[in-house]
């Protein structure tokens, strides 16, 4: 098959591409600095230099795709209209460029955060009605909705906190501070959390692309494994043996220092995911996904449990010197 996959350098990108080159698929990549996606090219991937607001790039990545991946998105932005910018209109350049080219299948990566907090005890499947409680979230239901409008054949997903290997963004940040042996979590740490490990993620994506079963559903793609926030804590630093303790944030405290940090990363023009917006979703009773569906209909099963990603994703921190 041949593919194009948006947010090919990034983390679920990179892990999706080496699979679908596993696979013996013809991999085109959307990149905005050929610098950066240097090792893609020497793999054997095409790259065409743009970003999802560069209408004639994206007119020659689409050409001639079975499959387009998109990956690419805002996951930091100063503001909601940046937020719907980077993933509503990017999402709608792409659609159109792709509607223009013919029909290929679209899959696009959207969030848990799209379809809003779930009830503990009970993780939230794909036809509750969304409610997002976050500017990230809003925005993308917003590319949900460009998506399902469109003529093309497509997939959404909604994967939960991602990690493994070359994660630099999500779990890498719980491992450094667990390693000092006390690490802080958002409230009491009875938050329920879904999670699902890179390359199981992307096995998950590749299937996506092939299976007509999934075409016109959207559906939760995380390992049906349920921690609390505590819990989760607490295995990383047994992961690398080390006993954590564990130090509540009240949210009134929490609230107050992430006013701090966002209102200093507007200041110096730096976007963050660590604002009082994204409270809304730290204090949150569940982050739980019913996978069951889209297991159902592809046969896909999340390889690894969290002790067996965290075990993984760690071995991969330390050989790299990330520790």
Known sequence: MKALVTGATGFVGGHLVEQLLA?????????RSPGKAAPLERAGVRLVRGDLHAHAALAEAVQGQDVIYHVAGAVAALDEAAYLAGNRDGTANVVRAAEASGAPRLVLVSSMAAGGPAVPGRPRSAGEPPRPVTAY???KLASEAVV??????WTILRPPTIYGPRDRDNLIKVFRIAKLGVSPVFGDGSMELSAVYAPDLA?????????DSVIGGVF?????????????VRMIGTTMGRTVGIVPLPEPVARGILAITGGAA????RPTILNADKANEFFQPAWT???GPFMQATGWLAKHDMKAGLAETFRWYRAEGWL
């Open 23 to 31: 696979r013996g698929d013809t991999v085109t990549a959307l990149v």
């Open 137 to 139: 979230g809003r925005s």
């Open 148 to 153: 399902r409008a469109s003529r093309l054949p």
């Open 203 to 211: 096995e998950a994506l590749v299937l996506a692309g092939r299976a």
């Open 220 to 232: 939760y793609v995380n390992h049906p494994e349920v921690l609390t926030s505590a819990q989760l």
């Open 266 to 269: 507007r200041l110096l023009g």
């Open 289 to 291: 996904g019913d996978p």
